[in-house]
């Protein structure tokens, strides 16, 4: 299992009974992308060291730690081993500490299935984009979803929709991503005029964001947002 900054979030004990893992399921190490270099940036020193701090690990669990490496959004890792997991975890670049899976958690998924039979994967940490309308830009939070490309229609599976509606009720759409760059804003129901679900398609999608950048958008969205 990956390790997600658990600030603020209540994780569920893997040794209790009926607690979720990950068993032969390795779809996020196919879909999330890496770059190399990335765990040498300020942005991500300044999340270690924020790991510490809040007992999320200790200064010794970085000292093995291999570095980031390149892979694009929808390749499988060369140290993903088929139903066996990851062969390096002990060893695992920081974006796969960094990174958590809402499935594992039980966040408000309990009616889904696990990401590698619903073939998506949904991010625990939240992003925003910016929606420009009369010259006035907004921030709207979003949850993004990672969609197996090759099981492009993924996004609709009736427990995803009802996931999202829900959130929907609080200001915040879906991001549903294929790769890095291609994707669409999913709209529910709560948050248009008429009352559909719209895809509202894009000729880009925003690019992940660093914490620090992620935390003052989200700090800033709307939560009463109608997208027409």
């Not at 200064?59 to 291999?66: C, I």
């Not at 427990?159 to 804003?185: C, N």
């Amino acid at each position: 299992m990956r390790i997600g900054m658990r600030i603020g979030i209540e994780f569920e004990d893997e040794s209790a009974p009926g607690a979720r893992r990950c068993g032969g399921c390795t779809l996020c190490c196919k879909l999330l992308p890496m770059q190399s270099g990335s765990d040498r940036s300020s942005h991500a020193l300044e999340a270690m060291a924020a790991m510490v701090e809040h007992g999320l690990a200790q200064p010794r669990d970085f000292d093995a730690m291999m570095p980031a490496f390149d892979k694009p959004a929808g390749a499988k890792c060369p140290h993903q081993s088929h139903h066996r997991g990851c062969k390096v975890y002990d060893r695992r670049p920081f974006g796969c500490r960094y990174w958590n899976c809402r499935w594992l958690t039980r966040d408000d998924t309990d009616d889904q299935n696990r990401p590698d039979r619903s073939h998506y994967v949904i991010d625990l940490m939240p992003d925003f984009i910016t929606v420009t309308e009369d010259d006035v830009r907004t921030n709207i939070e979003v949850v993004q979803v990672w969609i197996d490309p090759d099981y492009r229609e993924a996004h609709r599976d009736p427990a995803l929709r009802a996931y999202l509606a829900r959130r929907g009720k609080d200001g915040v759409l879906g991001l549903i991503r294929f790769s890095s760059h291609e994707g669409f804003v999913l709209i529910p129901p709560a948050m248009t005029t008429d009352g559909r679900w719209i895809e509202k398609q894009t000729d880009k999608v925003v690019p992940e964001r660093q914490p620090g950048e992620r935390i003052a958008g989200i700090a800033s969205a709307s939560r009463k947002v109608v997208v027409k």
